[in-house]
């Protein structure tokens, strides 16, 4: 099984709609991010979170919000979807301290039409 | 300008050929470099880290730092089709930090029979 999770794997929603990507681990790292790739603009960091207290912005979290239900939980919700946030959302795991070593999930395709 | 440049390709070499994937950077404060390989469809997974200037050599890669032009570099010898990925340079390190890496855009590599 894989150690950092995705759910869904694809998604399509229309403008306005709620979505919540979800991203699970089994690596017992206390350091979860979420990202957005986009073409030509690389991995963007929306989110990061350093123990299950510790929420913090990353530098695109406008329009984004994030659970961290667990140690092994983080959660990514856009509360009313616009079509700019069609993109790949990567979640990662990190040990802390450790070379920032950051171990990748499979990701998530979401398109907003 | 952004903080990590790369060069976009996508870069097209025979099997056999030397690959060099390239990336400069204009924070001196980074400390750890590395790259990582995305496959089609998939996360990023790490591939090289080094934290100072020199080369470190894995197999066919090997990752070269030079701190004082603030530029890495990424060596494939004999590509193989298997090598056709993204690759994608990243930087941490930071002091007060913490596990936040600023990565590349990526070059897209194919490599053909």
């Known amino acids: 099984d894989a150690d950092v999770t995705q759910t869904p794997r694809n998604r399509i929603t229309k403008t306005g709609k709620r979505i919540m990507l979800e991203c699970s681990q089994t690596k017992g790292h206390d350091r979860m991010y979420w990202y957005r790739q986009d073409p030509g603009l690389g991995l963007r960091l929306i989110y990061y979170s350093f123990d299950v207290k510790d929420i913090n912005k990353g530098e695109i979290s406008d329009g984004y919000s994030v659970s961290r239900q667990a140690q092994a939980k983080f959660s990514l919700s856009l509360e009313s979807a616009i079509p700019n946030q069609t993109a790949l959302y990567f979640c990662a795991t990190s040990v802390p301290g450790h070379t920032d070593t950051q171990y990748f999930g499979p990701g998530t395709r979401l398109t907003v039409l | 300008q952004k903080e990590v440049e790369q060069d976009p390709g996508p870069l097209s070499v025979p099997e056999g050929a030397i690959v060099s994937l390239n990336c400069t950077y204009s924070n001196s404060a980074f400390q750890y470099f590395m790259w990582y390989r995305q496959y089609s469809r998939k996360g990023p997974e790490l591939l090289m880290y080094?934290?100072?200037?020199g080369n470190k050599e894995d197999g066919r890669f090997t990752a070269q730092v030079d701190k004082s032009s603030k530029y890495i570099s990424l060596f494939i010898r004999d590509s193989q089709p298997s090598d056709s990925a993204t690759y994608l340079c990243a930087m941490g390190g930071v002091t007060g930090g913490g596990n936040k890496l600023t990565f590349g855009t990526g070059t897209q590599l194919k490599v053909e029979l």
């Open positions: 080094t934290y100072s200037s």
